[in-house]
């Protein structure tokens, strides 16, 4: 069936708690690219989202040990996976901002088991070193602690699956070919997609393509977000809801053909 998309912002103030059955999704710090002063000068710093497993929660004071010689980067993730996981981890100046956060929730640095960094920008992988006993998996890097890198193999068309509805996607454009954002289905708001800067904020596209390395592929990885997500959580902005419209029935016969996508913070302008 066709239909249009929209977007609206998701309500609430961080820390924001999406429950799932397998895995939640908190937003613990909301991102933000302010211009300062004259010129092009902007004051940023990138969205934090935590990632629980349900079972964690019952045993949170129980880590596992890392994964042995020999493991694959399958295995490995998958084990990573059963802890507490971060995406992005802000900037060096939010430091205290961050450990202040992960309390609120009852998590200590050295319970998080994978960090997961959707590019390589000082804003966005700038607490890395909070985390020595984590994996981390920066853009395409993933590496155990103590820096033994793995290879994986993810690529477009090719996720990584780390849990029951927990992947990582390959999407690229913004930072050029390497950037990865995350999957988490079956929450209490639909499919969490934590995209790093694939999306700046709800209504940037006005600004984003000024921002990217690759435009052609970024344009191509905002449809597959919009395409699946309920909600995405941005690298510079709010959470928002992404709404898909069944389209006036004497268009649903054209079966297969993808909808027309328009962002915006207020009611978008549909194109037919």
């Known amino acids: 069936m066709s239909g249009l998309v929209r977007t609206e912002p998701l309500r609430g103030e961080p820390p924001l708690r999406m429950p799932g059955d397998a895995f939640s999704v908190v937003v613990l710090l909301q ?15 990138g969205s934090v989202t935590l990632v629980l497993p349900q079972a964690w929660g019952t045993a949170s004071g129980h880590r596992e040990p890392p994964p042995p010689e020999g493991y694959e ?3 490995a993730l998958e084990e990573a996976a059963r802890g507490p996981i971060l995406v992005d981890t802000a900037g060096p100046w939010a430091r205290e901002a961050l450990l202040g956060a992960l309390a609120g929730q009852g998590v200590a640095p050295g319970d998080v088991t994978l960090v997961v960094g959707t590019h390589g920008h000082s804003d966005h992988i700038g607490n890395l070193g909070l985390f020595p006993g984590a994996a981390l998996l920066v ?13 994986h193999g993810l690529a477009e068309e090719q996720p990584l699956q780390l849990g029951p509805g927990l992947e990582v996607w390959a999407t690229p454009g913004h930072g050029g070919q390497r950037d990865v954002s995350v999957v988490v289905a079956g929450t209490a708001l639909g499919t969490v997609m934590v995209v790093g800067d694939v999306f700046e904020r709800d209504g940037d596209e006005d600004s984003w393509q000024a921002l990217s390395e690759d435009p052609v592929s970024q344009e191509h990885s905002r449809k597959r977000v919009l395409g699946t997500a309920d909600v995405v959580v941005p690298g510079h902005g709010a959470p928002f809801r992404v709404i898909r419209e069944a389209s006036a029935p004497e268009t649903e016969s054209l079966g297969n053909s ?15």
Do not use: M, N, Q, W
């Not at 993808?258 to 037919?272: A, C």
């Open 139 to 151: 853009s395409h890097d993933f590496c155990l602690p103590g820096g033994r890198y793995l290879p």
């Open 258 to 272: 993808r909808p027309d996508l328009v962002i915006g913070d207020k009611e978008p302008t549909v194109h037919r």
């Open 31 to 45: 991102g933000y690219a302010e211009p300062e002063g004259v010129g092009d000068a902007v004051r940023a710093d």
């Open 73 to 75: 980067a399958k295995t």
